[in-house]
Every structure is written in structure tokens, then in C-alpha cells.
């Protein structure tokens, strides 16, 4: 991501990463948005989706009110999401930040693994930000995907464990850092006695689309309850200092 040959310019990286056959959502998104919203940001505002490839997340805030706005490395995001977007590359030293205090919510799932300088990346964010915003960023779990997940994509160059990404963003000047490990697996989200189940599906030598050469005969529930119960998550929120 830092560099103007970089393989996540190229549309075909959106072609790939996206295509229905590797990666099936269906209402993810949306689940996923209404528990962000209802658990951190509580209310609509005006939102930026850092990292908003095909904008699955634009859309999903869209549908409960947020005023949104993406941006991807990806120039490919002209055709997908028709307005609401800027190509910039965040992976890159003294970058200027077209959105000066513009945001009362940063969101970014799955991008800062692949920063090389998570440090510009963080700032980027806390720049975007208006006084007291929020943000909530995810990213893959090195302590859970260590063994080999973590490079199913092979963009992925920078790890995080729980400490280590909220250490980096207490270390930009965010206020109020929580972390949480986290399941994406909906029905989890109803109890926290349900994390048992991921917990033990976890510890079997099951196998595992894209992992693994398996194909679970279709059934795609089954493959991403085996999936996400090992490939862990961390989601981590913050607040931007409040002008004195």
C-alpha cells in the first residue's frame, strides 16, 4: 500500500478479494453496522469508511442514517460506488488529509494489516476526525491467525495483537482506547456465554474454505462458523481530544 506499484491499485484486486465464490457477506454488513451503532457510535452521524473497497459498509450506515463517505487506494471504486468516495493512498508519509475535522465517525475493517506505517495511517484518522469523534478499527488478530490465516492475503505486512494496536493508537493521541477480541459470528453478539461455542469449534482439526481445499458440499453456513471461530478478530475504539 505504500507505493504507486502496488498491487492493491490494480482493479483486479477488488475483482478477487471480492468475488462472490471466495467471499460471501449476504446481511453482514448490516448486522455489523447496527451492533457498531448501537454499541460505540449510538447515533447517526457523518462517517468515513477508510478502506471501503466495494462498499458493503457505505451502503449498510447508509441504510440506518449515517451520512457517509469511503476511501480506497483502489481506483476501481469509481465504478463501484458512484459519488461517495476518494482514491488516496494512506500509506504514505506527510500525506496531506482532505478531511480536516470533517468526521464525527472513522470506521476501517481490514485495511491497517496492510499499512506499512500504521503510525500515518492512525493519524490520517485522527486528522479526519472532529473534536470528540469516534472510531472503531478491526483488524485480524495475530494471536489467533499467526499459523497461517493472517496470510491468506498476501497483502497483509503488519500485525497486530490487542495491546500492540491500542498501544499504536494511545501513541497517536486518542482518548478512551478500548479493545475487545471479536467473533464475527452474529448470533455470538446476543450473550457473551455464546463465545463458548467459536471457543470450542476453535481447538478442532476441522478445515476450512479459503484456508483449506475444502468445500464443505456448499454449505456455506458451516464454513464460516468453522472460519470465524478460528480467525479471530480485534476491534479497538477511540475518541479524538476535545478542543479545549
Not at 9 to 22: A, F, G, M, P, W
Not at 77 to 99: A, Q, T, W
Not at 125 to 151: D, Q
Request: glycine letters at 6%; aromatic letters at 16%.
Amino acid at each position: 500500500m505504500a507505493d504507486d506499484k502496488s498491487v492493491l491499485k490494480d482493479k483486479k484486486y477488488l475483482e478477487v478479494t471480492y468475488n462472490s465464490k471466495r467471499t460471501y457477506r449476504g446481511g453482514y454488513p448490516d448486522k455489523l453496522a447496527k451492533k457498531l451503532n448501537d454499541d460505540f457510535f449510538k447515533k447517526p452521524g457523518k462517517i468515513l469508511d477508510l478502506g471501503c473497497g466495494n462498499g458493503d459498509y457505505l451502503e449498510a450506515f447508509s441504510k440506518i442514517g449515517y451520512e457517509v463517505c469511503g476511501v480506497d487506494i483502489s481506483p476501481d471504486i469509481h465504478d463501484r460506488l458512484g459519488g461517495k468516495y476518494k482514491v488516496f493512498n494512506i500509506d504514505i508519509e506527510n500525506e496531506d488529509c482532505p478531511f480536516e475535522g470533517e468526521f464525527d465517525y472513522v470506521f476501517s475493517k481490514s485495511v491497517i494489516e496492510h499499512t506499512r506505517n500504521p503510525d500515518v495511517f492512525l493519524d490520517f484518522i485522527n486528522r479526519s476526525l472532529k473534536s470528540g469523534g469516534m472510531c472503531v478499527i478491526m483488524a485480524p488478530s495475530w494471536e489467533h491467525t499467526y499459523w497461517g490465516p493472517f496470510y491468506i492475503d498476501h497483502t497483509h505486512v503488519t500485525p497486530f495483537t490487542l495491546p500492540s494496536l491500542m498501544q499504536a493508537m494511545e501513541l497517536t493521541g486518542f482518548e478512551n482506547v478500548k479493545g475487545e477480541y471479536f467473533y464475527q459470528l452474529p448470533f455470538v453478539w446476543r450473550s457473551k456465554f455464546l463465545k463458548i461455542v467459536p471457543y470450542i469449534i476453535s481447538k478442532l482439526p476441522v478445515p476450512y474454505s479459503p484456508f483449506y481445499k475444502v468445500s464443505w458440499n456448499g454449505d456455506r453456513f458451516l464454513n464460516k462458523l468453522v472460519r470465524f471461530s478460528k480467525e479471530v478478530m480485534l476491534l479497538s475504539s477511540a475518541t479524538k481530544r476535545k478542543d479545549d
